[in-house]
């Protein structure tokens, strides 16, 4: 049975930081692109960040870019979402995805349960 388990969400004031990890078992891990999505009560779910399979490249939305960094290790299994500078907007419920192909999208195979982020002004 395959499990992604995300922890490390919280509440924050705006400016801090906060890193999301993510637990992966029942798959091959070295063989499925990891990424993170995030999604707001009555809004779809939107990504935020992921890295491609083949060439270890990652991509990040727009609003997070230089703020956000992912980091996967494949010897323990897990996805990082390290958030630096956090903003009010950044407040959502935050996913962990698997994909069996080359980047994770909302497509993905697998998911987490999410963890929550808010952040105050």
């Known amino acids: 049975q395959v499990q992604l388990i995300e922890s490390g969400g919280g509440s924050v004031q705006a400016g801090e930081s906060l890193t999301l990890s993510c637990a992966a078992s029942?798959?091959?891990?070295?063989?499925?692109?990891l990424g993170w999505f995030r999604q707001a009560p009555g809004k779809a779910r939107s990504f935020v960040a992921g890295n491609t399979l083949r060439f270890g490249i990652t991509y990040y939305t727009d609003s997070v870019k230089g703020r956000f960094t992912m980091s996967r290790d494949n010897a323990k299994n897990t996805v990082a979402l390290q958030m630096n500078d956090l903003k009010p907007e950044d407040t959502d419920l935050y996913f962990c995805?698997?994909?069996?192909?080359?980047?994770?999208?909302?497509?993905?195979?697998?998911w987490g349960q999410g963890t929550q982020v808010a952040v105050a002004s």
């Open positions: 995805a698997g994909a069996n192909g080359e980047i994770a999208t909302k497509e993905s195979d697998y």
């Open positions: 029942g798959l091959n891990f070295s063989d499925y692109a």
